[in-house]
């Protein structure tokens, strides 16, 4: 079974603050590697999605980037915002995609 | 494409109760997931149908548990004999069968047993 892990579980910057969180996998046999935010008592908004024979996607201030070799994705904040808040979780898989507990962020204005 | 779409958003019922949940995935997409959510956890998998064919079926899903998606389209989760652990956000995704095809996830529904 994939597990996922993402580090830190909790993080709080002030606004326009760069900043990334990290997700790593156990099992490399992915097929691709997706981000989601996820707002209270919401479902999840996907971000990002990662093919993989990628190494990254970038969507306006969102970067991501995989390395499956190693097993770790990281998504890449620029210029945070109060409407950035949220919980960011990661993703990866071949039939069935498992999730970690993900990363609450506050940016506060 | 009206995005995935569950039913209902709440539902509140006392323990022992039987419960079930519908959701309808973007048209076209063959694969349907079912999640379980509790707070301040991700998603946990608990199923997944490859057109009508339920596929994969997680352990940690209890014989309460029964999806059925007849015939490809919507799919049901039926909770029978609920407790009150139990009480969770239900999630439910769907995607294209090809390999790099992402996740689309509905708003789920949220599950209280009294």
């Known amino acids: 079974k994939q597990e996922v892990t993402q580090i830190p579980a909790a993080l709080s910057v002030p606004e326009g603050e760069n900043l990334v969180l990290n997700c790593s996998f156990t099992d490399s046999a992915i097929y691709n590697l997706q981000w989601f935010r996820q707002d209270p008592g919401k479902g999840l908004t996907s971000l990002l999605l990662?093919?993989?024979?990628?190494r990254e996607q970038t969507s306006g201030r969102l970067n991501a980037s995989l390395d499956k070799s190693s097993g770790r994705s990281t998504l890449y904040i620029a210029a945070s915002q109060p409407g950035d808040s949220a919980t960011y979780l990661c993703t990866g898989g071949f039939n069935k995609f498992y999730f970690g507990s993900g990363t609450k962020l506050n940016v506060k204005p | 494409d009206t995005g995935v779409s569950q039913d209902p958003r709440h539902k509140i019922t006392k323990r022992g109760q039987n419960v079930t949940f519908r959701c309808d995935p973007i048209?076209?997409?063959?694969?349907l997931y079912w999640y379980r959510q509790t707070l301040g956890q991700g998603p946990e998998f608990l199923t997944y149908?490859?057109?009508?064919?339920?596929?994969?079926k997680s352990r940690l899903l209890s014989d309460r548990f029964s999806a059925e998606r007849p015939k490809g389209s919507f799919s049901t989760l039926e909770i029978q004999r609920t407790e009150q652990g139990d009480s969770a956000m239900y999630l439910c995704?769907?995607?294209?069968?090809?390999?790099?095809?992402?996740?689309?996830f509905g708003n789920g529904t949220r599950l209280t047993v009294t």
């Open positions: 995704a769907s995607s294209e069968t090809g390999s790099h095809s992402p996740l689309h």
């Open positions: 149908f490859q057109n009508e064919a339920q596929l994969e």
């Open positions: 048209s076209e997409h063959n694969r």
């Open positions: 990662i093919q993989s024979s990628q």
